[in-house]
Antibody
């Protein structure tokens, strides 16, 4: 059964960094574009970033550009999100999601990981 | 960037009612549109893709229509397990923008 298992969330102080991980099982990550999506408490879904199947292309939402970096290690079947200069507005549940193609929607989602930015 | 606007923001309907949610894009996106269902405290789930195609395993009471700028998600006979927030999403170009969501409740 194809699934995504996330790790790496937690409480972090403003201005600090955090790295999220998303491990694929039941399928090979190397065949798919992968995304990060976040959801602030009580709010809607907000797309964060995408990386192509081979890591050659990345796109970011304007509000994370220059602060967040999406990457992948296909040999370890794992996706990452490096988040720097975190602020209170970054407090959210972060989801990784599989794109069925680069210009496609998301057919499998991780369980979500909570990131709380607070002093 | 293309913006996605859903209406209504919330609705309350009776079991068995036909429910319609609309999603409008500020520019044409052909049929590059998905609908997701997110039940309270749960992970989003793909319901419809390519504007009209039902995802495997999703009940046939869900259907999607539209192309270009105007899209619709319809639940033909609302069931208690359909209580959720529904989001549309475009995926023809970056960013992969979501609508603001429509919360569906049982009256």
């Amino acid at each position: 059964q194809a699934q995504l298992v996330q790790s790496g969330g937690g409480v972090v102080q403003p201005g600090r960094s955090l790295r999220l991980s998303c491990a694929a099982s039941g399928f090979s990550l190397s065949g798919y574009a992968m995304h990060w999506v976040r959801q602030a408490p009580g709010k809607g879904l907000e797309w964060v970033a995408v990386i192509s199947y081979d890591g050659s292309r990345q796109y970011y939402a304007d509000y994370v550009k220059g602060r967040f970096t999406i990457s992948r290690d296909n040999s370890k079947n794992t996706l990452f999100l490096q988040m720097n200069s975190l602020g209170a507005d970054d407090t959210a549940v972060f989801y990784c999601a599989r794109g069925w193609s680069f210009w496609g929607g998301f057919d499998i989602w991780g369980q979500g990981t909570v990131v709380i930015v607070s002093s | 960037d293309v913006q996605m606007t859903q209406s209504p923001s919330s609705l309350s309907a009776s079991v068995g009612d036909r429910v319609t949610i609309t999603c409008r894009a500020t520019q044409g996106i052909s049929n590059y549109l998905a609908w997701y269902q997110q039940k309270p405290g749960k992970v989003p789930k793909l319901v419809i893709y390519d504007a009209t195609t039902l995802q495997s395993g999703v009940p046939s009471r869900f259907s999607g229509s539209g192309s270009g700028t105007d899209f619709t998600l319809t639940i033909s006979s609302l069931q208690p397990e359909d209580v959720a927030t529904y989001y549309c999403q475009k995926y023809n170009s970056a960013p992969w923008t979501f609508g603001q969501g429509t919360r569906v409740e049982i009256k």
